[in-house]
C-alpha cells in the first residue's frame, strides 16, 4: 500500500552504498514479480469516480468529454487517470518516490522546441504530477501500450514484447543514471535530430518520408502558425475564429454573462501570474493582448476552462499565442497525500520543471477569483511552440516498438532527476524479473479497461450518461 511521501525539498543525503542498500531493501520487502498480479476491489466503480469529476467541469463540455471517451478502449482509458489511480492504490509499490507524472500514457509524450530552439522529446502533460511511486507511472504508461497495440490489431506475443521493451528501456536507463553525476542527469534529454538519425537507419524510405514530414510539422507548430490556423481577420483586427464548442471566443461568451467582470477576469489571468523570470517577464511585457477564446483540449481534461489568448508585439507578424489551463486537484492526492503548493497552478509547473529536461519560457501559474466566486487555479504556457506526437494508430510497428522504448527511456529520465536514481536501479536490478511482471500486469488491466469501457458503452445507449459525438 502506498505511504504518504517525503516532501520533494526534504532530501536524504546517503552514499551510493547506502542508496544501493535501500534498493535491495524494498526488493526483499517487495518483491519485483508482485508487481505482475491486478485485483479489482470489489467495491470498484469506475463510472461513479469519472462521473465525480464533472461536478466541477464546464456543464455544456461535459458531454464532449464523454464522447471522446466512447471512441474507443484507448480513450477510454486517456481520460481515466483518476480510475488508474484509484486502482493504483492498492497495488504493490516499493516505497521509493519521484515527482511522478500521474498521467504516463505513451499519447502524454511527444516533442517541443526546447529554449535552445532545438526540438526534443519528453513528457508533454503535467496536469496530474505528484510526487509518489514510480511504479505507477510506469504501470500507466505500460498498460497504454498494451491497449494501444490491441486498438491496432496487434497480436498478443508483439503487444507484449512491445511492453517488455519499454520497461526494459526504462530499467536500463535507469541503471544508467545512476552512474553519472547529478548533473550528468539535469542535463541530460533526448534530442530529436539525435534521435531521429538514430531510427532512421531502420526504416524503409516510405517511414522515413512520413517521419520527416511529422519533424517538419512539429518545428512549424508555433504561434505564427497557432495564429494561421485559429484566427481570421474581423474588421480589420486579428481574431479568434469563431468554431464553438472547440473554440469560443471571449465576445460570444461574454453574452450570457457580465462581460465587464468576465473580460476583468481573463485580463488579471493574463497579466498577473506568477513564476516567470524577470528577464521573461520582460519579455512578456512587450506584447499587448489582442484576443481570447475558450478551447476544449484533450480527452480527460476536456470540461475543465481553458483559454487561449493572443498577444502580438512589434505588429501581426510578431504573434505570441499562450494557453491558461485550469488546474484542479491531482488524481493522485487522495492515495498519496496533499502537495506541498496550495496552488494547484503552482504544483503543476513546478513538477513539470521537475520532470522535464527543458521547460517553455513563459511556463509560470497563477490564481483568480472568477467572475461567478469561484476561486480557480490555472498555469500559463505557450499553446504551440514545437509540439508534436505520432498517430499512433498508424505508425508502423516498427516505429511503434521505437517508440515506446524511447517513452520508457525518457520517463526514466524524469524520475532519476527527483528520485533516489541508485535506489530505484538497485530495485529494478539486471534481470528481466521486472520486465515480465509488468508485462503481465498490462495485459490483465488492459482486460479490465475494456470492461469498464463496456460499461461507458451502456450508459450511453441507456442514456445515462450525456454523450455528444464527432468533435
Known sequence: MTSTPTPTNSRAHLTVAESAALGKAARAEVPRADHGSWNPSPARDP?????????????????????????????FYRGGAALMAADLAGTPDSGLRVQACGDAHISNFGTFAAPDRSLVFDLNDFDETLPGPWEW???????SIEIAGRDRDE?????????????????????????????QVWYARLDVTSMAAELKRDLSAKERKAFDAEYRKAQSKSSVRALTKLTEVVDGEIRFRSEPPLLTPLRELLADSDSVATEAHVKHLVRGYEGVARDRRHLFESYRVVDMARKVVGVGSVGTRAWVILLVGR?????????????????????????????????????????????DIFLGWHRILAPDGVTRDFYVRQLWDGKGSVDLATISGQRFSRYVTACGRTLARAHARSGDRTAIASYLGGGKTFDSAIAGFAGQYADQTETDYALLQQAAADGEIPIQTGV
Open 47 to 75: 463510472l461513479g469516480i469519472l462521473r465525480g469529476q464533472d461536478e466541477t467541469r464546464v456543464p455544456e463540455l461535459v458531454p464532449i468529454r464523454w464522447g471522446r471517451m466512447l471512441v474507443s478502449p484507448f480513450t
Open 137 to 143: 507511472d510506469v504501470k500507466r504508461m505500460a498498460a
Open 155 to 183: 497480436k498478443p506475443a508483439l503487444r507484449r514484447a512491445n511492453i517488455a521493451a519499454a520497461v526494459r528501456s526504462y530499467r536500463e536507463a535507469m541503471r544508467a543514471f545512476a552512474d553519472m553525476t547529478n548533473l
Open 315 to 359: 505588429d501581426a507578424s510578431d504573434p505570441l499565442v499562450l494557453q491558461a489551463k485550469e488546474a484542479t486537484t491531482s488524481v493522485m492526492e487522495p492515495y498519496v497525500g496533499a502537495s506541498e503548493f496550495a496552488q494547484h497552478g503552482e504544483r503543476v509547473v513546478e513538477g513539470q520543471r521537475l520532470m522535464q529536461a527543458a521547460s
